[in-house]
């Protein structure tokens, strides 16, 4: 099995992502989406993006290497009784099922930069979309301060040395890298922008449940956490995380959770 639908598919996205769909929304709402444009979801998850982006007309395509998502998002899909918007399980360093220059738009908020080829997810982003057409990529940004940036960072300090090969996904989150990634793939460092935005994750309950949700269901910490207990640090890491998710709360009820993480959001212009 290919390692990275294993750690997708290990655990429960669905648990976290249903406190990402605020953001989520009005990410979307920001990206010019009218009905009748042909959108593909890349790393899509169970839809955070794309039902949002189904819900304002577009005909969307969304693509998860995990099946639990995909499925999961065709049943949110059919629950909101959105007909223009399908699921299906794909691998963004080859989408080779999909035709060439057949979306208008290209989006994958924190999803293909999990992907272990960037390069390839590179071209194959450039590959499907239109001339004239746009990618959109929301990545997570290496040293930034904030919670995601930050969980990455700790859980990786209590986990076994990557094998050879290895590309950090947080390469996403530099501008170099992303101008070298989409420049190899025939595109201009003149069609690509940068800007730095807020994502905030938002729940009804503590961020210690919150921190739970990230060890019992999010592969990379997941991992982390049996790492940890191996070696005897899980409460080590459990403690680091619980003093970040409690300093990075933003929500004046401690009893709620809102917390802001910066991001890269990259546009390119086909």
Not at 157 to 183: K, N
């Amino acid at each position: 099995m290919n390692p990275n639908k294993a750690l997708w598919e290990k655990g429960d996205f669905t648990k976290l992502a249903a406190c990402m769909r605020e953001s989520g929304e009005a990410l979307v709402a920001k990206l010019g989406i009218k009905p009748g444009l042909s959108v593909l979801d890349l790393g899509c998850g169970d839809g955070t993006t794309a039902l949002p982006e189904a819900q304002l007309g577009a005909t969307v395509l969304g693509v998860d290497i995990a099946q639990n998502l995909v499925e999961a998002g065709s049943k949110r899909a059919k629950e909101a009784g959105l007909t223009n918007l399908r699921f299906q399980e794909g691998d963004a360093c080859d989408l080779h099922d999909l035709s060439d220059h057949s979306f208008d738009l290209v989006v994958s908020i924190f999803g293909a930069m999990f992907a272990p080829k960037p390069f390839d997810v590179a071209r194959e982003m450039v590959r499907v979309t239109r001339p004239g057409g746009r990618i959109v990529m929301g990545n997570w940004i290496p040293g930034d301060p904030t919670l995601v940036a930050q969980t990455l960072r700790i859980s990786s300090a209590y986990t076994p040395p990557p094998p050879d090969g290895f590309v950090s996904p947080m390469l996403w989150g530099m501008e170099d890298h992303v101008i070298e990634r989409f420049g190899k793939a025939g595109i201009a460092k003149e069609a690509i922008a940068f800007s730095r935005e807020i994502f905030t994750f938002i729940a009804s309950f503590a961020p210690s449940e919150f921190l739970n949700r990230f060890k019992n269901y999010y592969g990379p910490t997941m991992n982390a956490f049996t790492a940890a207990e191996a070696n005897g640090k899980a409460q080590e890491l459990h403690q680091e995380l619980t003093d970040l998710f409690t300093s990075q709360n933003k929500s004046s009820s401690p009893s709620r959770t809102s917390i802001p993480a910066t991001f890269l959001l990259v546009t390119v212009q086909c």
